[in-house]
C-alpha cells in the first residue's frame, strides 16, 4: 500500500474528529501540533443530584475523560512522528487510538452540555422548533425518550445512544454507537443533539449493573435547551 493515500486516509481521520470537536474552546497549538485539554463543567459536580451522583460526575470527568484526552494527545504525537519518519506501519497501528481516544474527547464534551441541574432547566421539554420536530418525527416527546432509553439499555457492552439531526434530509435520528465511536462514524451527515453514555464508568457507582434505572433517572437532568440550540443552528 503506498503511504501517501494511507496518509491522506489517517489525517482524514483526524480532520473529522478535530472538526466535529471545532465547537469546543479546548483545543490549543502547541509546536505546531494540535492538543486538546479537559474543558470546565458550567455546573459543579454535585449540581446533578440525585439523578447522577457528585462521586460519579468527579470520576467520569477527572479521570475517564481525562484520561482520553491524555491518549488522544499522544496519540496525535506519535502521529506527527511516524508521518514525518514515512513510518506507514506505525500510521496504520495508530488509527485506532486516534479514533477511540478523539472520540471519546468528543463524545463527552458533548455530553456534559446535554447535562444541566434541574434549577437551570434540567428536564424540561424542548420547545419552538425542536418540539415540533419530535412530534413529527416520534409523535410525542414520551415515545422519543422510550425510544432512546430502549435503545440505550439493549446496547450490547459499552457505547452511545445518540438523538442526531441527518442534515440532508432534516429528519431526526436515534441510533447508537459502540465504544468511543462518535455520531459521525454513522455518516458525515449526521449531527449530534443528544448523546447518553452508557458505559459502565457512567452510572455504575450509583446503578450498579442496573442500566435502565439510569436512562430513566437521567432525563431529569437533560439540557434540551443545547440540544435546541444546535438543531435551530442546523435548521435556521
Request: net charge neutral.
Amino acid at each position: 500500500m503506498a503511504f501517501r493515500p494511507l496518509l491522506s486516509r489517517t489525517l482524514g481521520l483526524t480532520q473529522t474528529l478535530t472538526h466535529s470537536h471545532s465547537h469546543s474552546h479546548t483545543l490549543t497549538q502547541l509546536r505546531g501540533l494540535q492538543t486538546f485539554s479537559l474543558p470546565d463543567l458550567s455546573y459543579d459536580y454535585g449540581a446533578l443530584e440525585p439523578a447522577i451522583s457528585g462521586e460519579i460526575m468527579q470520576l467520569h470527568h477527572q479521570k475517564h475523560h481525562q484520561a482520553y484526552i491524555t491518549n488522544y494527545n499522544k496519540a496525535l504525537e506519535q502521529l506527527q512522528d511516524a508521518v514525518a519518519k514515512g513510518d506507514s506501519s506505525s500510521v496504520v497501528k495508530l488509527q485506532s487510538a486516534i479514533k477511540f481516544n478523539g472520540g471519546g474527547h468528543i463524545n463527552h464534551s458533548i455530553f456534559w452540555k446535554n447535562l444541566t441541574p434541574v434549577s437551570e432547566g434540567g428536564g424540561e421539554p424542548p420547545h419552538g422548533s425542536l418540539g415540533w420536530a419530535i412530534d413529527t418525527h416520534f409523535g410525542s416527546m414520551e415515545a422519543l425518550v422510550q425510544k432512546i432509553s430502549a435503545e440505550g439499555a439493549a446496547l450490547q457492552g459499552s457505547g452511545w445512544v445518540w438523538l442526531g439531526l441527518d442534515k440532508d434530509s432534516k429528519k431526526l435520528v436515534v441510533d447508537t454507537t459502540t465504544n468511543q465511536d462518535p455520531l459521525v462514524t454513522k455518516g458525515a451527515n449526521l449531527v449530534p443533539l443528544l448523546g447518553i453514555d452508557v458505559w459502565e464508568h457512567a452510572y455504575y457507582l450509583q446503578y450498579k449493573n442496573v442500566r435502565p434505572d439510569y436512562l430513566k433517572n437521567i432525563w431529569k437532568v437533560i439540557n434540551w435547551k443545547y440540544a435546541s440550540q444546535v438543531y435551530e443552528k442546523e435548521c435556521p
